[in-house]
């Protein structure tokens, strides 16, 4: 089992920058593929990013490639989602999800989720 919480979330204008974090804890942590997902009002939920488990290989919807970025520090059980040059467009849930394997863009391949946090980008 794995727990996960994000944080950082908030209010922020157009142009500007957030840093989301998804702690983990239960089950080795180091050994998992971490996804970034978010889902707008009226929205399906839609793949952000991915990193494998060593940080060495990371995907992105093309939407925010160029502006976003991830990265884990496994010795902090903690994923993070750096997002500059925020649009209005990014306003959602943001969520991180978890899975033993490698990295995918399905949400229906992962198996532990947080509860999310919201951020809003204000124009």
């Known amino acids: 089992q794995v727990q996960l919480v994000e944080s950082g979330g908030g209010l922020v204008q157009a142009g500007g920058s957030l840093r989301l974090s998804c702690a983990a804890s239960?089950?080795?942590?180091?050994?998992?593929?971490m996804g970034w997902f978010r889902q707008a009002p009226g929205k399906e939920r839609e793949f952000v990013a991915v990193?494998?488990?060593?940080?060495?290989?990371?995907y992105y919807t093309d939407s925010v490639k160029g502006r976003f970025t991830i990265s884990r520090d496994n010795a902090k059980n903690t994923v993070y989602l750096q997002m500059n040059s925020l649009k209005p467009e990014d306003t959602a849930v943001y969520y991180c999800?978890?899975?033993?394997?490698?990295?995918?863009?399905?949400?229906?391949?992962?198996?532990?989720w947080g509860q999310g946090t919201q951020v809003t980008v204000s124009s």
């Open positions: 999800a978890a899975r033993y394997g490698g990295p995918v863009l399905a949400g229906r391949a992962y198996d532990y």
């Open positions: 239960g089950r080795t942590f180091s050994n998992v593929a």
């Open positions: 990193i494998n488990w060593n940080g060495g290989t990371t």
